[in-house]
């Protein structure tokens, strides 16, 4: 009798880039040196056997999301599938609330679920370092996704160390107004704004601070090398930028290539003072706190 169950549910986390320094393009992508947070805002995709060769995403899905070969859970699903070809199909559920192409991580996350989902509905003999060579190959925060924490990135930010973190930080996020904004096109921008940048050096003074667990010395060493690209593709996010900071956080950026914005609260009803504030002013806004674990299966 099959000890495999029929169905997994798997719950991954979004992520903010706390620093943020890009650099040259090398082999088509930039290099980059960033600090990873992932934050408390959760996608959660269910995965269950199905028919030999199926392979399918149902969901009610918001706009942007595809259900064909380009979605990133389909294509982490038939990356497993072809590498260790099993018996059964799966059919993917997935329940969104990652903003999309919101600058969270949250297409990576959806794929470091299916391949968590998929690895242990199919029994495969995979261990973690596999699973992050396999996210890597799909997408450069697929790794962080499934390791979660707080971690140093570097090349593309799919080689990871994790980063010792103390504490824990209250984040009041922002959603972008104007739709998403498209990865490589914040990048081009940034290519226009920066034709000659500098190789991306390790954020050291965030990553000490860090170790402190004092939100305040965190929120003095926050960056992100894309913000202005990202505001320059949509100018609102530098008013909202200020709209935060005099709501009383301690600091804000935008979230990797935007437009959610995040902004670090002093405590947690310091954030529930700034969320009420941004409230009030007409923005979308999610209190979440940090840093959480990665992919985990939770049924
Ligand atoms: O790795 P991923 O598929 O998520 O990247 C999407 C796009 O974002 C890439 O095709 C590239 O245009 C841009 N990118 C980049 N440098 C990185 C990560 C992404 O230029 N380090």
């Given at each position: 009798m099959s000890m495999e169950p029929t169905m997994v549910k798997v719950r991954v986390p979004a992520k903010v880039n706390l620093g943020l320094a890009v650099g040259p393009v090398v082999s088509g992508y930039h290099q980059i040196a960033t600090v990873f947070q992932a934050v408390g805002l959760y996608d959660e995709l269910v995965a269950e056997l199905a028919e030999p060769g199926v392979c399918e995403l149902l969901g009610d899905l918001p706009d942007g999301v595809t259900v064909g070969e380009d979605n990133l859970a389909i294509r982490a699903a038939r990356l497993l599938m072809a590498r260790f070809e099993p018996t059964s199909g799966v059919r993917l559920r997935l329940r969104k609330r990652i903003p999309v192409a919101g600058g969270m991580a949250g297409g990576s996350a959806d794929a470091a679920a299916a391949l968590l989902a998929c690895s242990v509905l199919w029994d495969l003999d995979t261990d973690p370092d596999d699973l992050l060579m396999y996210g890597a190959q799909l997408g450069s925060d697929v790794p962080f996704a499934l390791m979660g924490g707080a971690a140093l990135g570097t090349d593309r930010g799919n080689r990871l160390a994790p980063a010792l973190s103390r504490g824990h930080y209250h984040w009041v996020l922002v959603f972008g107004a104007e739709g998403g904004l498209s990865t490589p096109e914040v990048y081009r921008r940034f290519d226009e704004l920066n034709p000659t940048p500098a190789s991306p050096s390790v954020p050291t003074d965030l990553l000490e601070a860090l170790?402190?667990?004092?939100?305040?010395?965190?929120?003095?060493?926050?960056?992100?090398?894309?913000?202005?690209?990202?505001?320059?593709?949509?100018?609102?996010?530098?008013?909202?930028?200020?709209?935060?900071?005099?709501?009383?956080?301690l600091a804000g950026i935008v979230s990797g290539s935007g437009p959610t914005t995040a902004f670090l609260a002093a405590s947690e009803s310091a954030a529930l003072d700034v969320a009420r504030q941004l409230k009030a002013e007409g923005h979308q806004v999610v209190r979440v706190q940090a840093p959480v674990a990665g992919a985990k299966i939770i049924g």
């Open positions: 170790t402190s667990g004092d939100p305040h010395a965190v929120a003095e060493q926050l960056f992100n090398d894309l913000q202005p690209a990202a505001i320059s593709l949509q100018p609102k996010l530098g008013e909202t930028l200020e709209a935060g900071r005099a709501a009383g956080a």
